[in-house]
């Protein structure tokens, strides 16, 4: 199990500032690492910022000057997670599950495992979506990124997470060449389904989902 106790916290930050939401994450690895609190999934949705992961080269993602991003009301921030260049804003979910894996040490499984949520939560909302080889993340048809998927790891607990696109401002994905993309782009649940969506309920749906997938799975 990926839990201790086998019971994960659902907690929703509400919107936050990148950095703050990143110091939070932190502190909340600790606790996690000296088992003072169970695995979590924590939602937020962040202020618009572009985030570079790790990723070599990824700053050259960036098309908008500073002056530019700025006009936007978006901030430009390098991250610790893995991963290109991608943008967060109001709109899109924020998943950041803490979780341990000292009982598995397998980070592919558990990058599986998130896959799978973010999977069954577009169905359950009449969305077909899937892996796409080679690629991280979630895809509609092949081509539209639905959901970004970037992790970091510090003594096996896991900390980031993913990034729903629910109804986000798409216009400043223009601002980047979003997770390095070059042979497709980036979609919504909004676009997708031509209607808008309460993103409250797919919150909700994405905590039933984390707690199938990985309160369940050994």
Partial sequence: MYSHNNTIEVIDWGRTEYKEALNLQKKRVEQRHMELCNDALIFTEHTPVYTLGMRKNAAQHLIWSE?????????????NRGGDITYHGPGQIVGYPIVSLKAKRDLHAYLRDLEEVAIRTLAAFGIESDRRKGKTGIWVSDRRKICAIGVAVRSWICYHGFALNVSPNMTHYDGIVPCGITDGTVTSMEIE???SIDITEVKTRLAVEFKQVFENNS
């Fill in 67 to 79: 002056s530019k991003c700025t006009g936007h009301g978006i901030t430009v921030i390098n991250s």
């Fill in 193 to 195: 389904l031509n209607q």
